[in-house]
């Protein structure tokens, strides 16, 4: 009987010790935004070879070392930027994420902070052995997502125009990189830049009241909430219109064209949604943009094998 109560334990200690490991890669993850990192992984290597690279073969792409090292210093820094900005917002991700926040709670702080600087340290280095160049060019990236999480993120306007600069700076690398300066290129930019900035302002009416508790200024919880709804929606507008533009002047064909042509019906949608005023359609919409940017990746991948082939 004793045994049978002894094993009965075991298999319980071994079963909740199995729990706790898997718990904590769970919240390792979360904290460092893997998923993120990965959407943006392949963001970059799609932009890098259907949009930047003009003139490479695919072989010659598949064998550039320096840009598979540049891509994995920024994912490696992604990660470490993600765990730095959970480690200053653990508070308010108590209330806004609080599934999220149990699952990080198997975690010490202090292992983040050690993940952070390991990943920091390791993009640095890479960084470091493919040039000069880039390895500035990601200290000031690394410095960017540091001081964002420190202190940007609390002050108005600048917190969004930061965060949506700090996820498209990357690309503008590859851009440098390549050398590809181009009227289509820039108003993608444009385009690309205003969907996340409005992405990142209805996030904020979702998190209005806590934002406001934890001294974070933003724009829905300094404007009253009929200006921040005529905010997004001229952002909307100004997205529209430089659809338009890119679909007449600048000889864009192919899936992005549907793309670009399709995006006038979502944002229409959208302003619809937001004039609702109502959290739920808020939500939807912010899911809508989202789902939306992902499309336009899918847009230019098949895009770009059509015009390879």
Request: charge should be positive; glycine fraction near 6%.
């Amino acid at each position: 009987m004793n045994s049978e109560k002894e094993n009965f334990q075991e298999k319980n200690f071994v079963s909740k010790s199995l729990f706790y490991r898997f718990s904590q890669f769970v919240g390792f993850l979360l904290g460092a935004r893997f998923f993120v990192a990965i959407l943006l992984t392949f963001a970059l290597y799609v932009s890098t070879f259907f949009l930047f690279n003009q003139d490479e073969s695919f072989r010659k792409f598949v064998f550039d070392f320096k840009v598979h090292g540049i891509i994995f210093c920024t994912v490696l820094t992604i990660l470490a930027g993600g765990i730095i900005n959970q480690f200053y917002d653990f508070e308010k991700d108590h209330i806004v994420k609080p599934f999220r926040t149990r699952i990080q709670s198997f975690i010490k702080q202090k292992y983040f902070l050690y993940a952070y600087l390991f990943l920091s340290i390791i993009s640095l280095g890479v960084a470091w052995t493919i040039s000069h160049n880039v390895f500035a060019f990601f200290v000031v990236y690394q410095f960017f997502m540091w001081f964002y999480s420190h202190k940007l993120s609390r002050i108005l306007i600048v917190n969004n125009l930061t965060f949506v600069s700090l996820t498209l700076y990357p690309f503008f690398g590859m851009m440098v990189y390549y050398e590809t300066f181009s009227k289509k290129v820039l108003l993608m930019a444009i385009f690309l830049f205003l969907i996340l900035l409005c992405i990142d302002i209805v996030k904020d009416t979702l998190t209005k009241s806590v934002d406001k508790a934890f001294g974070y200024t933003t724009i829905p919880n300094y404007f009253k909430t009929k200006t921040t709804k005529g905010i997004i929606i001229s952002l909307l507008v100004i997205t529209m219109a430089v659809s338009m533009k890119l679909i007449l002047k600048t000889g864009i064909s192919g899936f992005m064209a549907y793309y670009f042509s399709g995006g006038l019906f979502i944002f229409i949608l959208c302003i619809y949604l937001l004039l609702n005023s109502s959290r739920k359609s808020n939500f939807l919409t912010i899911n809508i943009l989202r789902l939306w940017v992902f499309i336009g990746i899918i847009a230019m991948l098949l895009n770009g094998i059509e015009g390879k082939i």
